[in-house]
């Protein structure tokens, strides 16, 4: 902790070793459950409040040296964005205490570092918490959950806003630089922000070869991964093998993290259940409905469905797959299946795609 109460009953912000020796001797406590602090004041560590005892539960997570040095980038970086800052502000209705609040034109954003593990729920009770007193929160994902291609261990940061479409933020201290990923249809775009003036970096287009996803299918089912030994059996009960599933598959991916399936599995899963009849709405709305996004506990049920959904429709209409008619949508081809993998490699290499 960066704050806390003096015997005056006010609030203090550690800011550096000098301050902090000049305050030793004194008695601090915490705002929060108004426990015994002691100073940490050592040479390596950024200097800090500690409880005497007990551990407190109004944080998010237990402090550390990565936790602090965020706390307070993201305090600098707000000054600089001419954001008023406070530190570590305790919300007693809720009994929960911000990392950072930054504060524009009477609109507050509660800001979140998390470093340690959080599970989805967790993150869902706090934010429930903040949105209770109308207060936006930002989880901004720590040193552990880093990454440019954001899976189901990233979904609990997804976020949707109208602007900025579905995105998550990173910060990582070490690096002095925070990141925000925005998962377009068409890619992920990402853009680093440094201390300074804020700086657009270039955009990037994360895509892996289409062949290694088709080798990945086909080492889960070596492995005999029981959601895909699932669909195999689903697959052979037509006389299909998984393994040699269309390409359609892999192409154009909507890159969500967050539903219960990868999303490959999903449009397998999808084929298998409509490509032999013409496909009625109810029918198919029905289908996304198996599917949660309980990982990704920020946004609203149904959302990630929907555009993953979108992109999957749109790769079979513009791919002359389906038209769509009064009650649902016609094939006009279906996707090829291939006996094999090899069989399906082949394919990609004389269509040049690889
Ligand atoms: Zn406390």
């Known amino acids: 902790m960066l704050v806390a109460l003096n015997e005056a009953d006010e609030l203090v912000t550690l800011r ?207 492995h005999r991964a029981p959601a895909v030994m699932q669909l195999q059996a689903r697959a052979s009960g037509q006389g299909l093998n998984l393994a040699g599933a269309p390409w359609l598959m892999h192409q154009a991916l909507r890159h969500l993290p967050g539903l219960d399936a990868p999303e490959w599995a999903i449009r397998a899963a999808w084929l298998l259940r409509f490509q032999h009849q013409p496909i009625e709405k109810a029918a198919e709305a029905a289908f996304w409905q198996q599917y949660s996004s309980v990982r990704a506990p920020q946004l609203p049920e149904g959302l990630l469905q929907a555009a993953v959904r979108r992109q999957w429709l749109a790769v079979l209409t513009t791919g002359g797959y389906l038209q769509e008619s009064a009650t649902g949508w016609q094939w006009r081809r279906v996707p090829r299946w291939y006996d094999t993998v090899d069989e399906k490699l082949q394919a990609l290499g004389q269509a040049g795609l690889s």
């Open 16 to 222: 550096s070793h000098e301050q902090a020796k000049g305050l030793s001797g004194q008695r601090f406590r915490c705002p929060a459950c108004r426990g015994e602090l002691r100073i940490k004041n050592g040479a390596q560590l950024i200097a800090h409040f500690a409880h005497k005892d007990n551990a407190c539960k109004t944080s998010s997570e237990p402090e550390s040296e990565t936790h602090l040095a965020g706390k307070w980038w993201l305090a600098k970086f707000g000054a600089q964005i001419g954001e008023t800052v406070t530190l570590e502000t305790y919300y007693p209705e809720i009994q929960q205490r911000a990392d950072v609040v930054w504060e524009h034109q009477g609109r507050q954003r509660i800001l979140e570092f998390q470093c340690s593990g959080i599970s989805p729920e967790r993150i869902k009770a706090r934010t429930d918490g903040y949105q209770s007193l109308n207060l936006e929160v930002i989880w901004i994902a720590g040193p552990q959950y880093l990454t440019r291609w954001p899976g189901s261990k990233q979904a609990r940061f997804l976020r949707w806003g109208k602007d900025m479409g579905f995105h998550l933020w990173q910060l990582d201290p070490a690096k002095q630089a925070m990141t925000l990923l925005q998962l377009t249809s068409q890619a992920i775009v990402e853009t680093e922000y440094r201390q300074g003036l804020p700086t657009r970096r270039q955009t990037r287009v994360y895509v892996e070869p289409l062949a290694s996803r088709a080798k990945a299918i086909q080492a889960a089912l070596v």
